[in-house]
């Protein structure tokens, strides 16, 4: 194919633009089209992936599909609070049930290993990572809110055989999409990149 006439403009316009709107900035009730959630997944699809493994799996949550994995992951961290004596605190029973129906989607974000690959578990790792970041900066182009967020299952051991997880497989988080409430966008804050790179010369 003949190289891409890119915008050097644009490009750099959406990267330093892109941000995280959580769901207190949701505007709720306002679905976000199917299509614009597949356009995002199919950016995904373009990450980089060493011996193109292309590691990134997708499960998306829609209308009653949202309240599904809500009541979920609330019984889920009611059952662990029994089964490991810990404390157990309604407040966040009830958050995992209600905060997730603010979003339009929610899409879990899984790394599947390739047996026998031979590629470090951190490559695909970084490439399921690039993969979520292909999904932000096309969420952020459309004007839309989302956010990564690693809490509630990711890192519960009893979720694994619910999301299909063997060996070396994980859950890597969610990312919630909804309209925003509000037209303001967050200001972006980064320190100076000088201070984060040595430049070698000789």
Not at 25 to 50: C, G, M, R, Y
Not at 69 to 89: M, P, S, V, W
Request: glycine residues 6%; contains cysteine; hydrophobic residues 40%.
């Amino acid at each position: 194919m003949q190289r891409p006439d890119f915008s050097i403009e644009e490009v750099n316009k959406i990267i330093r633009g892109r941000r995280s709107l959580f769901a207190a900035q949701f505007k709720e009730n306002d679905s976000v089209a199917d299509s614009i959630i597949e356009e995002i997944l199919e950016n995904a699809n373009w990450a980089p992936t060493h011996k193109l493994t292309q590691p990134w799996r997708f499960i998306v949550y829609t209308g009653e599909g949202i309240k599904k994995l809500a009541d979920y992951q609330a019984e889920l961290y009611k059952h662990r609070a029994e089964k490991n004596g810990t404390n157990f605190i309604e407040a966040t029973y009830q958050k995992f049930k209600e905060m997730p129906l603010k979003s339009s989607h929610i899409i879990a974000i899984l790394m599947k290993r390739t047996e026998g690959s031979g590629i470090p578990v951190m490559e695909e790792i970084a490439a399921t990572a690039m993969a979520v970041q292909n999904m932000y900066l096309t969420a952020c182009a459309h004007g839309l809110a989302c956010y990564w967020g690693t809490g509630g299952p990711t890192f519960w051991p009893e979720a694994r055989e619910d999301f299909g997880l063997e060996g070396e497989d994980m859950l890597m988080g969610f990312f919630y999409v909804a309209k925003p409430a509000s037209d303001n966008w967050p200001e972006g804050k980064r320190d100076s990149v000088a201070e984060k790179a040595s430049w070698v010369r000789e």
